[in-house]
């Protein structure tokens, strides 16, 4: 069984900080590109970073580059997500996805991702 924990969410004031942490079962973690999305009420899930499975390759959407730093553990089959100077459109839910792959060129599709747990909310206010 796949499975995919997020902890680490919460309610913060506008600049402040928080780390989420996504725990992964061994199998589908060590092997595999991770990923971090997002979802506010009434929008389409967003890509918000991803890391190759070494740890070696990351990237980010434009509306988080400077402020969100994806790392990964893969000793502790861990993801985190390192969020600073929060703003309110960073609002939602936030969900971490496992791909099949190692690395994906362009990781921002959330159907590409066959494994998602189940999302922790982060709540910024102004």
């Known amino acids: 069984q796949v499975q995919l924990v997020e902890s680490g969410g919460g309610f913060v004031q506008a600049g402040g900080s928080l780390r989420l942490s996504c725990a992964a079962s061994g199998r589908i973690f060590r092997s595999n590109s991770m990923a971090w999305f997002r979802q506010a009420p009434g929008k389409e899930r967003e890509f918000v970073a991803a890391v190759s499975s070494s740890g070696g390759r990351t990237f980010y959407s434009d509306s988080v580059k400077g402020r969100f730093t994806i790392s990964r553990d893969n000793a502790k089959n861990t993801l985190y997500l390192q969020m600073n100077s929060l703003k309110p459109d960073d609002t939602a839910v936030y969900y971490c996805?496992?791909?099949?792959?190692?690395?994906?060129?362009?990781?921002?599709?959330?159907?590409?991702?066959?494994?998602w747990g189940q999302g922790t909310q982060v709540t910024v206010s102004s």
């Open positions: 996805a496992a791909d099949r792959w190692e690395y994906r060129p362009d990781p921002t599709t959330a159907n590409e991702y066959p494994y």
